[in-house]
């Protein structure tokens, strides 16, 4: 009796083992797949390679060990071994990823070996392959040898197996929120997998310490040998074998499920990595619960094949059930979301209800798959007399199954027949094998057979007459994209709200569900719609598509082979084309959106005929690494970061690798977004991008998006070249479409110089693929729906000591005319929505150019959109007029007017606020620390209207003071005269003297909030 209780005991530690097992197997699962993305591209193809050697692994391990199970004297001691082997190889995993990695490009540009070909796609599997199969191999061992140990008698075969299983699941499903919510953005890749690794061998060795007390020997003289057990219940050959096909086809339905279901919820919930950990952790959960029923003893009395059979046709008609549902979902879930108040504390409650909605709609197929398998290695078991082998028998044709299911869904099913008809092709698959099992039962009644299976086939029948046609416009609704407006009050208005467009391309393809539409209205905008999310577009992005490729090409002297990231509309790569170049190369995922671009044939050219062009269908991460070419232009324009995967292209070693591809005078250009960010999201991509290239720019041609600019060495504007290129008819046309007909206009679109982008940075925090920041803070912000303003706060063109814009540099060299500043308001004005600059050269040009009614309209425009304290500085005119002894209110009323006039300043019109000035001066009073104070603040000011000379005759003044009276530092907080002290100090490069500001600065407020800007300034003048 002891020993049995001690045994009991020890497998309730094991069973505890178990659940950190299966949470540390899904760690993995999502820390190697992010590792191979690296390196074999995030392509589907890729993916499905990645996955499929995952899968094979756990298949192989599942058989190997599931044979020899039972034999083994101590199958605890080599589960044990198994567990301290995954950990140690998953500490060593990032070296051996890293060798193998070098190693997989170097052959791939040796063999020069193109990214989409079919003997590439087989090296990725034999990359994947060698990093995955052994480790994948002691994880599906784990299972057949804890079940051999587990199960004492044969009857009890089901019942220990589900828990086994139900404990697996619940840990996978613990792995899921751990590594898809919490460690990689809390620690990155490396340490996760070291920690998870550490967790690992701890694991094995507390598994081999009860080993060594337990073992079958031992526990023989308390129990039957499972050989003499379970004599009650027998099975057929035919229904033994039929039962483990149905396992295989279960697990190929179970993985068309996921992998459609997948696709159905990224047009609701988006596809960022949260969703993506969100579904699955939703999918398993399911199974869990099922795997927890398996294991009551209320099924002993069931006929077990009719188990399974019924098991599967219940997964299909839950299935048929809740694709009812399908197209009302995007609108259940904007109604859900428009229950929380969007704030940092309400955004994991958001993601909880993604989670409950999932879990709802695959509660009751994923519920039937957990108990299928348990149920089946009880029928295996009971004929073949040994639980380990029965177990590794089921779950290696089952794993093989979902393997099959892989490769099916990606390549055959999707793209024939679509998301609806790969459903429908899971549901088929089910109520074949539940049909199937009815005829080999041996126990069932032959009207039964006839009975059940004509309600299995009739429902089949029913649903595929009767089911509600598939929505294309609700796949293409995009809702996660409205979540932060009110819903419509009803379904039907929501559908109504979804019929403003003509679908003119619409697939469900390998890659995604691709479609562009037309906007019934005046604009006729068309919009390239990926997994419900529009990324590009014929009117709004125009700009942007147009200035990413146009601005590096204008930039460089002689650009000959360019390398574009994502095809997108076209537009592009047109603008790209239209330069003499003589190669362009294009990296597109997504086969669909190539078919798509012929829609945009018109606004792009036709460029797909261009022979110059050259498509590949591939990640562009590892187009780029697995070729050596170099190119003189890189242009990197991705979907969003939020999006899963798409952070890598807004990493360090992305931004390394594509200037380690660029020629000597090589440029790359990667976009990003204001919109959906924040300042710090903002701010850690400039890091990034920055780290990498030194000599970086800021461009602005749009409101909202920015382009960055990074260069070898610093860039140099060559005028002449820049005005040739512009006489180049399809250049100039390619420009004027956007608003662009001049030199000056393009060259206003660039907001920060070099130092002046150092002056937005710091050398941390930085987006890395092993620690991906932004995957993680972009989807936060992007529920939010915040909004970054550190670009256009800090925008130069309103600041000018400290760099040299190009568009400075042309207006003090060349002569601007009135039509090309008008021209170059109204662009401004009316696509980069940077109503300051419009209305400083409006103001320029009402001045100079007086009675002009375009003028003073576009003046007018530019106020209706510029906020002044109009009210507060009319009441403040009358009351100093009536009262001008009121100093204080005279005071208010002078800082309205410095702000009006600093409004209007740019490099163009500096505005003369020196009258203001003195008249404030003269309302101070005797108060020496009032004085200092109002000095300050004065010099601060001078600062921003770039009046070097007076910004320093103000410190002056405040030095002579400080020399007097030393002690006055104490008494006043003096943090804008050290700020405008040590800015005075850096343009005049008087370097002693600017540290010496700056280090006070530090001591006086450390929160300044120009001091970022200072640090930048000051670390540009030492790197640069």
Known sequence: MTQNKNYENSKAVIAFIFVLSGAAGLIYQIVWFKYLSLAVGNSTIAQMIVLATFLGGLAIGNYFFGKRADALRSPLKIYALLEIFIGLYAIIYPFIFNFFGDLFFKTAIGFSLDSGDVTFHFLRFAYSSVLLILPTIAMGGTLPLLTSYFVEKLEHTRKDVAILYFLNSFGAVVGVLLGGFLLIKAIGLEKTIYLTGTLNIVIGAGAYLIAQKFTKEKLEEESQTLETQNKNETFTKREVLVSIAVAGLSGMAALVYEMVWVRLFINIFGSSTYAFSIMLAAFISGITVGSFIAAKNFIKKFNKIEVVAFSQFFIALGTIAALYFAERLPYYMWNIASLFNRNETTFGLFLFSEFALSFLIMFVPTLFMGISLPVIVEIVAASRKKAGFSVGRVFSVNTLGTVFGVFLTGLVFIPLFGVGGSFTAGILINIFSAVLLLFVSAKTAQENRIRFSGLFVLTVFVYLFFSPSWNQNAMLSGVFKKLSSPPPPTFEAFKQSLENRDILYYKEGTAANVAVTKARDATGQKILIINGKPDASSVGDLPTQTLVAQIPLMLNPNPKK???????????????????????????????????????AEENGNCLNDKRLQILVDDANAALRSSDEKYDVIVSEPSNPWIAGIGNLFSQEYFEMCKNKLNENGIMVQWYHLYESNDNIVKLVLNTFKSVFPYAQIWNGVSNDIILIGAKERPKLDLANLKAKFENPKIKN??????????????????????????LTLREPVNTEIHPLLEFYAPRSFYLSQSSTVVYKNDEKFDTLFTELYAKKYWKEKKVSYDELFATAKYHFEHTRNYRFAYSIANYLAENFPHKYETEKLLADCSSHIVFQNSQKESLERLTNLYPEDKISLQKLIEIQLSEKLYRSSFINISNIDSLIDKFVSTLSKDTMAILKAYAGIAKLYIQNSDLPEAEKYCDKISSYINADEDLLKKVKLDDYYYAAAIVSYVKKDAESLFVYYLSLLNVNQNYPELHKLRGLVRARLEL
Do not use: M, R, W
């Open 562 to 600: 360019v390398f574009v990231v994502g095809f997108g509309s076209g537009i592009t790569v047109h603008s790209v084309l239209t330069h003499p170049v003589e190669k362009v190369v294009c990296a597109e995922i997504s086969e669909e959106v190539i078919e798509a671009g012929k829609y945009f």
């Open 734 to 759: 390619d420009l004027s479409k956007i608003g662009i007909d001049n030199i000056f206009t393009f060259l206003t679109t660039q907001s920060n110089s070099v130092e002046g982008f150092y002056s």
